[in-house]
Every structure is written in C-alpha cells, then in structure tokens.
C-alpha cells in the first residue's frame, strides 16, 4: 500500500483529542506540552503522543527555549488542510446549487405546461 | 492501517416539490448535469454502477433508494475492490418535503473506524459534528491572519 501524504494529515486531524490539543495550539499559538495538559482532560503522556503524531503529519513545529520545549502551529501545512477541506464543501455547494436551478426550471416547465393545458 | 476520516455536511433549500428534486437527484441523465460527466447507473439498492469525470472514473455503489427522502451511494474506492464501509466515501442526500419546498442535505463521509470498538465510535461521531466546524473555523481564521504561512 503507498501512503498518501493526505492519509497521514487526515489522520492526524481525525482524532477528537487530537484535535483538541490542535484547536489550543491554534488559539495559543505556542505552549509547552505541561501547559497544554493542564486545559486538557487527558494526561501530559497522552497529550506528548499527539503531538508526536501532529509533528509528523507537519501541522506543528517545536523549538526548544532553555529547557522548554514549545510547539507551534506550522502555517503551510495548516493551510493546505484547510484548502483541503473548503475545497471539497465548496464542491458541495456548488453542486447542490445545480440541483437547485435544475429541480426549480424543471418544476417551471412542469407549471407552465399544466397552465397551458387548462387554459 | 489508517484513521482517515472526514465528514461534509451542506444543506440547501429548493423551491419545488420533494418529487423533483428526487428525480434531479437520483435521474442519471440529471445526474450529469450535476455530478459527473457519464453516468451509468441503476437506482436499486446494491446495484452497480459508473460514473465518468473526463478520462478518469469509477464504480459506485448504490446504497440507500427510499423515494422521494434518500439516496445514497458510496465511490471513490480503489479499482477491483468491492466498495464498502473504509475504503470509500458514502454520500448521502436526504430531502424533506416542507410544504412546496424541499430541504435537500447532503453528507460526504469516510470512515476508516475498523479498530475503533463501537462505545467509542459513538462518541466520536456525537464530538465530531460540533468539533468539525469549530475547528475548521479556527483554521480558516489562522489562514486568513497568516496567508501563505
């Protein structure tokens, strides 16, 4: 099987914590992992393992500053999600705006035709 | 083995009746107007089918056909296997007649929950729907403040 770089941000982003941890980050903009697990119902271990997997999927980067280690959110990649995502809902609603202008010209005709019949 | 998953829900309101929008929907010569460029398909539930986007396509799968409120189909698995619930996406649409109006609704889910136990599930389903949007939200105003990272 290949892997699709998509899988692995995908995911990344499915899990509920996961995401969780993400929205602090993208509200934060930069925390330690202590600081992220104490806003957090889950345990400072469990945070660390997801942001092992958010780190490898490139939505977040960390730098180390004395002798903490802080994450941040990595644009790029972020962004490339969020097109991602908005991509597809958009393709949504461009389609149902079809079905609309369809399913209402054909309701029309099918008017028009009953008016033209009765008159 | 993966987790990927991904949900998208989008609602539209028709000024004509829930019959047809029903044929619009699930009508495969309608369906080329809106979907895909050939369609070949037969709307009964496990039927088999294709549809054509340029020189690329697939099978699909019929799932669902309860005239006039749903019909749903999964595509988009990998060639030679047979579509089901991990290896493809399931798109359904669900119409609701409200006086000479119809709220139609599509939802576009993968799931790939194969190792997830069932209690789990659920409440990945229940978080998922709220969680979605707000995070979305988050992303789209991240972009917005920070373009091209």
């Known amino acids: 099987m290949t892997a699709d770089p998509d899988d692995e941000l995908w995911a990344a982003i499915a899990d509920p914590s996961r995401r969780r941890v993400l929205d602090l980050l993208v509200q934060r903009g930069e925390a330690s992992?202590?600081?992220?697990?104490?806003?957090?119902?889950?345990?400072?271990?469990?945070?660390?393992?997801?942001?092992?997997?958010?780190?490898?999927?490139?939505?977040?980067?960390?730098?180390?500053?004395?002798?903490?280690?802080?994450?941040?959110?990595?644009?790029?990649?972020?962004?490339?999600?969020?097109?991602?995502?908005?991509?597809?809902?958009?393709?949504?609603?461009?389609?149902?705006?079809?079905?609309?202008?369809?399913?209402?010209?054909?309701?029309?005709?099918?008017?028009?035709?009953?008016?033209?019949?009765?008159? | 083995m993966s987790t990927?998953?991904?949900?998208?829900?989008?609602?539209?309101?028709?000024?004509?009746?829930?019959?047809?929008?029903?044929?619009?929907?699930?009508?495969?010569?309608?369906?080329?107007?809106?979907?895909?460029?050939?369609?070949?398909?037969?709307?009964?539930?496990?039927?088999?089918?294709?549809?054509?986007?340029?020189?690329q396509g697939g099978p699909v799968v019929v799932e669902a056909v309860e005239p006039p409120n749903r019909f749903s189909f999964r595509w988009n698995h990998p060639a030679g296997d047979e579509p089901e619930a991990g290896n493809s996406l399931l798109v359904e649409f669900t119409l609701a007649g409200e006086g000479a109006q119809t709220r139609l609704r599509v939802v576009e889910s993968g799931l790939d929950l194969l190792a997830w136990p069932a209690a789990e599930k659920q409440r990945y389903g229940d978080e998922h729907n709220e969680g979605w949007g707000k995070f979305l939200d988050r992303?789209?105003?991240?972009?917005?403040e920070h373009p091209e990272g």
């Open chain 1, 33 to 119: 992992a202590s600081t992220l697990a104490g806003q957090v119902p889950f345990s400072r271990q469990a945070v660390s393992k997801h942001l092992v997997v958010l780190q490898q999927a490139g939505l977040i980067s960390r730098r180390k500053l004395g002798r903490e280690v802080l994450y941040h959110v990595d644009g790029p990649r972020l962004d490339q999600a969020t097109r991602a995502l908005a991509g597809v809902a958009r393709e949504w609603d461009q389609r149902l705006a079809t079905i609309k202008r369809l399913a209402e010209a054909a309701h029309e005709q099918a008017k028009t035709a009953t008016t033209e019949h009765g008159s």
């Open chain 2, 4 to 55: 990927t998953e991904y949900r998208i829900e989008r609602e539209i309101v028709i000024d004509a009746p829930v019959e047809v929008v029903w044929r619009t929907v699930t009508e495969p010569d309608q369906i080329t107007q809106w979907f895909a460029d050939k369609v070949e398909l037969e709307v009964t539930p496990g039927a088999h089918g294709y549809m054509g986007f340029g020189d």
């Open chain 2, 139 to 144: 992303l789209a105003t991240l972009v917005a």
